[in-house]
């Protein structure tokens, strides 16, 4: 069974620091991972895809890959109180439904 | 460009009532998904269709159908609603691929 697993938090960090953000995948297949952002009462919203071993940075977010350890993190630089939210990570092995975790509450303390 | 909307965005059901929660998306994607999002335990594939005229069960399917009624439209029906099914619903839509999954304003459904 393929599994995606974040800590579900709360993560508090404070204005204007980095927030770190970690899943890791079972399924050695997965080819493309995303970065979703729920605020409370919202749906998801897609904020960042990665596709490759490395870093790619969009703004203050940064998606990291490591395909050898299965592991995917987000970094938001300069958190604000508007980050403040629940992010889903979600793995995709072929042409299957995405895999989601069940969120890390992200709290972000002016 | 509306990109993926559900209908209704609040219901509220006697047990026992049916109903179909309508999605539809206007991006052209090929598969579409129906998840449940409930307190701690993430979002739930109900049921999806990986293309126009298929359709596959996920995680939970047991109490709900589906209708793939064209590339565009997917339906969720609760024939007999259960307490349990009190959940809020989400529709999805994603192109194919590499690609990652665009979501409705979902559907907050309480059945008493």
């Known amino acids: 069974q393929k599994e995606v697993e974040q800590n579900s938090g709360p993560l508090s960090v404070p204005e204007g620091a980095i927030a770190s953000l970690n899943c890791t995948y079972s399924?050695?297949?997965?080819?493309?991972f995303f970065w979703y952002r729920q605020y409370s009462g919202k749906s998801p919203e897609l904020i960042m895809s990665?596709?490759?071993?490395g870093d790619k940075e969009d703004g203050r977010f940064t998606a990291q890959l490591n395909k050898a350890s299965q592991y995917v993190s987000l970094l938001i630089r300069d958190s604000q109180p508007s980050d403040s939210a629940t992010y889903l990570c979600?793995?995709?092995?072929?042409?299957?439904?995405?895999?989601f975790g069940k969120g890390t509450r992200l709290s972000v303390i002016a | 460009n509306a990109g993926v909307t559900q209908t209704p965005k609040f219901q509220v059901l006697k047990t026992g009532q049916s109903m179909t929660l309508q999605c539809a998306q206007d991006?052209?994607?090929?598969?579409m998904y129906w998840y449940r999002q409930d307190p701690g335990m993430g979002l739930r594939l109900i049921y999806y269709?990986?293309?126009?005229?298929?359709?596959d069960k996920g995680e939970v399917p047991n109490g709900y159908n589906v209708s793939r009624l064209n590339k565009r439209e997917f339906s969720l029906r609760l024939e007999s609603a259960a307490p349990s099914q009190t959940s809020v619903y989400f529709c999805?839509?994603?192109?194919?691929?590499?690609?990652?999954?665009?979501f409705g304003q979902g559907t907050r459904l309480t059945v008493v």
């Open positions: 979600a793995v995709n092995s072929g042409n299957t439904p995405l895999v």
């Open positions: 269709s990986a293309s126009e005229g298929t359709t």
């Open positions: 999805a839509s994603r192109a194919g691929g590499d690609l990652g999954a665009f």
């Open positions: 991006m052209n994607h090929n598969s």
């Open positions: 990665i596709y490759s071993n």
């Open positions: 399924d050695r297949g997965s080819q493309s």
